[in-house]
């Protein structure tokens, strides 16, 4: 872990041994720079300039379609879940009825961990066809969690616009199941809603201020999914970034730096283990709560 530390001092391209004295260094430059987008793909050789198309213009709107860093790192987390659940099922159909080994068992393992304690729990009776979906949620955010821990690495889901983009997924799958299961009459019930018993002036009333109550109920938990999992994965990296930053200010120091660097460079090796364990907890929190709430408007009383 400790040569990932110093990956990352080579990644953020600052000299080992600067000559500018260490006021100098703007050290939240160098922090956003690697934490926001941008069109270019830093490698360990060198720098490239991702591809830029012309923008779209459809309906008044503006898309610029141009490939970004983190759309790149999207892509290739996709392609890693693809790959890892390919090469699961083609180990798990050779070995037939036995249990697979290696990687293969950890896949299985973790793929009916989330059917069995995260999808069927939390839905309930008719929740198998969700589980590809939630499945799929699940190893995609862990993928892409992950990316942003390696060194010239960057992480997709510390943008509000892919976890943004990934609860309006799951905003969508929990009302459309909901619709589904209840019928047009029951889901509108959801939305506009009255207590049983009242008679029709109480019942309009209480409608009235239900009625934005309950719409709002719907849009804060997709806005409550996208803002938990960018709110954490972009507060550890900059944690990590801060810690590596003060062994940057400290190198200029010359022989005094011997006595400060090992206290950054303990604390960051530390939070990036927490990282890993928190990239996981989040991708399992966001498949939990998309489960949840699928369960819940599903078998809406």
């Known amino acids: 872990m400790s040569g990932s530390i110093m990956a990352w001092l080579a990644a953020l391209q600052v000299p080992a041994a600067p000559t500018e004295k260490a006021e100098q260094l703007d050290l939240s430059e160098i922090i956003m720079h690697h934490m926001t987008n941008s069109h270019e793909l830093e490698t360990p050789w060198k720098t490239y300039d ?10 008044g709107l503006t898309i610029d379609f141009s490939l970004t860093k983190h759309v790149v790192f999207l892509l290739l987390a996709a392609a890693l879940v693809l790959i890892v659940m390919l090469l699961t099922a083609w180990r798990m159909k050779r070995v037939g009825p036995g249990a697979p080994k290696g990687f293969a068992s950890v896949i299985e393992a973790m793929t009916l961990f989330v059917r069995d304690e995260v999808v069927m729990k939390n839905i309930g009776r008719g929740g198998q066809p969700y589980v590809p979906f939630i499945t799929t949620l699940f190893f995609f955010i862990l993928f892409a969690n992950l990316l942003g821990l390696l060194p010239w690495g960057s992480t997709p889901t510390s943008n509000i616009s892919v976890t943004g983009a990934l609860a309006l997924l799951s905003f969508i799958a929990i009302e459309v199941s ?29 409608m009235l201020i239900m009625t934005p109550v309950e719409f709002l109920g719907k849009l804060a938990k997709p806005f409550a999914l996208a803002i938990r999992l960018f709110a954490n994965m972009t507060a550890g990296h900059l944690v990590i970034l801060a810690f590596i930053g003060l062994i940057l200010l400290a190198l200029p120091l010359g022989a005094g730096s011997l006595v400060i660097i090992p206290g950054p460079i303990v604390m960051a090796v530390s939070i990036m283990v927490l990282e890993i364990l928190v990239a996981l907890i989040q991708a399992y929190i966001f498949a939990m709560l998309t489960a949840v709430f699928i369960g819940l408007i599903r078998h809406a009383h």
């Not at 991702?50 to 309906?59: E, G, K, R």
């Not at 509108?188 to 029709?200: C, R």
């Open 50 to 59: 991702l591809p830029h198309w012309a923008p779209v213009h459809l309906w």
């Open 178 to 206: 909901g619709f589904l299961a209840l019928g047009p009459r029951k889901y509108m019930k959801t939305i506009f809603y009255a207590p049983p018993g009242m008679g029709p002036v109480g019942g309009g009333l209480m």
